[in-house]
Structure formats: C-alpha cells, structure tokens
C-alpha cells in the first residue's frame, strides 16, 4: 500500500541533520534526468500549490525586507 506524502515527510524530518542531507541529495539527484517538459509541469503544479496556501490563508504573506530581515536575525 502507498504510504501518504505526508507521512514520508513527518519521518523525514524526525532523521539526524546527516541523514536528511543524504535523503535530500538522493532525492534531488533523481530529478536530474527529468525532462523540461516534466520540469516546467512540477514548477508549475508547485506553482498553484502555493498560490492556493495563499488564497486559502494556510500560509503568512510577508515583506520581502521582513524576510531579509529575520534570515539575518537567524544567520547571526
């Protein structure tokens, strides 16, 4: 049986630093060999994923100089 997204998610981000690296590496290389074609239609799905956040208030739209502002607030 197919196991949700979701939770794939939830026990990646349980993994060591070290482990999610990897995970992440591995993960990233496998879209190397994908098509422009495939590429433009995952960027655009992600798009409208997004795009919905917004709409539905699932997410906070923020200031691009408040973002830059607490990126460095975390880097220091």
Do not use: F, H, Y
Request: charged residues 40%; aromatic residues 2%; without cysteine.
């Amino acid at each position: 049986m197919a196991r949700k997204l979701e939770d794939v998610e939830e026990e990646a981000l349980e993994l060591k630093l070290d482990d999610r690296a990897a995970l992440a590496e591995k993960l990233l290389s496998s879209l190397e060999g994908i098509s422009e074609v495939e590429n433009e239609r995952l960027w655009l799905a992600e798009a409208e994923r997004r795009l919905l956040e917004i709409q539905s208030g699932q997410v906070e739209m923020l200031p691009g100089e408040e973002v830059l502002r607490r990126a460095t607030a975390e880097i220091s």
